[in-house]
């Protein structure tokens, strides 16, 4: 069976920090891993995904993530916080399983930006 | 390039009444559909999705119900809205591909009181 883990629900990093949202995921295949990120009153959107080929993916908005398969981790990082990166961040994760292809959303990280 | 449009913006409906509302696709064919509800505060809730024109898949026993009348249209209705029905509701497709990842509508916020 599949699943995300998103370790803590609320983040706060100072303008200009290093912002790291962890991820962790359960998949008895190899998984496809996303992250998406949402601003109030919105949508969510792709910021970028892992689909098997280099493991350090990067994405939109000068994120990145590092996809470790021995920690089962999915981990999003920006080497410098911006105020406008203040939103809600998702991992997800999608596979076949039993019951057909299914995609599994974590529960959401808000990110607090102080300046 | 593909785009997805979903409406109203915002809802505020009584008790009681019914709901519709719209998604659609452009710039695919034959796309994945899927309906999420958001509530205050949580994750996101799979409530409905369909991989083709009349094929609905239910996630979530309740007083929803879905349809696909078109290839690129999905619909998300109730005949009788209750308190509970309250919460931000996102339309999304993906292609065939796992890979694909989601696009997501702009989201319903639908208050009900």
């Known amino acids: 069976a599949q699943s995300v883990t998103q370790l803590g629900s609320h983040v706060s990093v100072s303008e200009g920090a290093l912002v790291l949202l962890r991820c962790n995921y359960s998949?008895?295949?190899?998984?496809?891993l996303f992250w998406y990120v949402q601003y109030p009153n919105q949508g969510l959107q792709l910021l970028l995904k892992?689909?098997?080929?280099?493991?350090l993916v990067k994405g939109i908005n000068g994120f990145e993530a590092e996809f470790k398969k021995s920690e089962t981790s999915f981990h999003l990082t920006k080497p410098s916080a911006h105020m406008s990166d203040a939103a809600e961040y998702f991992c997800?994760?999608?596979?076949?399983?039993?019951?057909?292809?299914?995609?599994?959303f974590g529960a959401g990280t808000r990110l607090f930006v102080k300046a | 390039s593909q785009t997805i449009h979903q409406w109203p913006a915002t809802l505020v409906q009584p008790v009681g009444s019914p709901l519709s509302l719209e998604c659609t696709v452009e710039g695919t064919s034959n796309p994945n559909l899927y309906w999420y509800r958001q509530a205050a505060g949580r994750g996101l809730q799979l409530l409905f999705y369909s991989v083709g024109i009349g094929q609905i898949s239910s996630e979530v026993p309740q007083n929803l119900s879905a349809s696909r009348p078109q290839d690129r249209q999905f619909i998300l209705s109730s005949k009788k809205l209750l308190l509970s029905d309250s919460g931000f509701y996102l339309c999304a497709w993906t292609g065939t591909a796992m890979n694909y990842g989601y696009t997501f509508g702009s989201g319903t916020r639908l208050t009900v009181v």
């Open positions: 892992y689909t098997s080929a280099a493991t």
């Open positions: 998949s008895s295949v190899p998984p496809y």
């Open positions: 997800a994760v999608s596979g076949i399983t039993t019951g057909g292809f299914k995609t599994i």
